[in-house]
């Protein structure tokens, strides 16, 4: 009695666990901050295009035109009233300068448009000069992500161009947009500068680090023996019983030894397996991460398991906090982990991932649910305890802390923890021995 008293209390406390967890809609506070956060970013970026034209000199020179205005009209100065006419005046002769077009032809060419985290890209950026006439020395402005870089172009005559090559470290995984190719154009004083815009931006897929995986398929002995489930069809691997022969089976499936003893066809039926259909659960909450290196670390381990997966000829599906990911082949899905960012803290964590997983994917043979350390261990056990029964579970949890794998179980499920993507190899080969 005491027993039954008590389970609807865990089941209430589970449902309500449960709940606070799963992926909720956005209060109406939640949508307006949303709302609010996107006019002030636009509103932000008109801010920096305005002042992005404005050179340190030319705040003091705008600065000094207002305090003279102000002398002007409040103590009647002749004086203060002839220098603010005259630095008004030069200050819009440099805007003057600013307008205009600048006839080079740009070519930016680079020789790899996918790296990965801490290589160089390497490009060429190319100006001819294809008009009649010379074209005075310029600078020009490569952008790269948040930053840019500048080349100095000598004066080109008619039909001359000129070549620079530059090389773009990466520090960190990203999509970085390089370009477009701008020609400064700016006063004689250096109170004002404007960048014309010459070619469109290229895309810079910056991959995060993996590591092979060779010889190490989670999927392997589900995939050659098949799990059966409790569909029956005309043909699979699995044998399950005989029956009557119908209209429209396949004679190469009759069991002739049966016919003969009973007098009637009787064929095979067969119990439908499961194929190698992998998946990939990566949490993207930012609580469940002590610190964006372990988000960064899960993003790899990711990577890593996946390309395994579609070399092993898996159909691979992907699931983050924010819904599926591309993955239909390798570079598709660098990409789609090259853009990957931290989610909304109600789109869930990895307990309502994995509610999303048993819904969307219940025939899988494998499933791999990744988070980071700061995830309660109740949670992750009801996490685990969401996979499909018959799924074979592995947890992974990337923890900046410690300095090997460790392996334990939870339910069903193998739970690795590891600090670098360069214990992943030793960790699998754990879970498989």
């Known amino acids: 009695m005491p027993r039954d008293s008590g389970a609807p209390e865990e089941t209430d406390a589970t449902a309500e666990t449960t709940a606070q967890l799963a992926p909720r809609e956005a209060t109406r506070a939640e949508r307006l901050k949303e709302t609010g956060a996107e006019w002030a970013g636009t509103a932000w970026s008109w801010v920096r295009l305005v002042a992005g034209v404005i050179r340190p000199l030319g705040w003091v020179v705008l600065a000094l035109i207002v305090v003279l205005w102000i002398v002007t ?231 890593s398991i996946g390309l395994r997966a579609l070399r092993d000829s898996r159909t691979l599906d992907v699931r983050t906090s924010t819904g599926r990911m591309r993955a239909e082949t390798g570079r598709r899905y660098l990409d789609s982990l090259s853009a990957l960012q931290t989610s909304k803290p109600r789109d869930g964590g990895i307990v309502a991932l994995a509610g999303v997983l048993a819904a969307h994917a219940p025939d899988a043979a494998v499933a791999v649910l990744i988070c980071g350390s700061t995830v309660d261990a109740a949670d992750l056990r009801l996490a685990c305890s969401r996979v499909p029964y018959g799924v074979r579970a592995l947890a992974i949890i990337a923890d900046g802390r410690i300095d090997s794998p460790t392996l334990r179980r939870v339910g069903d499920a193998d739970v690795v923890t590891l600090g670098a993507i360069d214990h992943l190899p030793s960790a699998i080969r754990k879970v498989l021995s």
């Open 73 to 303: 009209f409040t103590l009647g100065w002749q004086e203060a009233l002839v220098a603010a006419a005259v630095t008004t005046a030069i200050a819009l002769l440099c805007v003057a300068f600013l307008f205009g077009r600048t006839s080079y032809d740009v070519d930016l060419d680079l020789t790899r448009t996918r790296v990965v985290v801490g290589e160089r890209a390497v490009g060429a950026l190319t100006l001819a000069n294809r008009t009649s006439r010379s074209l005075l020395p310029a600078e020009v402005v490569l952008p790269v992500g948040s930053g840019r870089g500048l080349f100095q172009v000598p004066r080109l005559h008619a039909g001359e161009t000129h070549e620079e090559l530059f090389a773009i470290p990466t520090t960190a995984r990203g999509v970085l947009a390089v370009g477009p190719v701008s020609v400064l154009r700016g006063d004689p004083l250096g109170l004002f500068e404007r960048t014309h815009d010459r070619r469109q931006a290229m895309d810079l897929f910056v991959h995060p680090k993996t590591t092979p995986l060779d010889g190490l398929s989670l999927g392997q002995m589900r995939d050659l023996e098949g799990l059966p489930d409790q569909h029956l069809a005309r043909d699979d691997v699995s044998f399950h019983a005989l029956r009557e022969y119908q209209p429209g089976d396949d004679l190469r499936h009759v069991h002739w030894k049966s016919t003969a003893r009973v007098g009637d066809l009787m064929v095979r039926e067969y119990e439908q397996t499961r194929r190698s259909h992998f998946v990939v659960a990566l949490s993207t909450h930012p609580g469940e991460y002590r610190d964006p290196d372990e988000f960064e670390t899960a993003v790899s381990v990711a990577g």
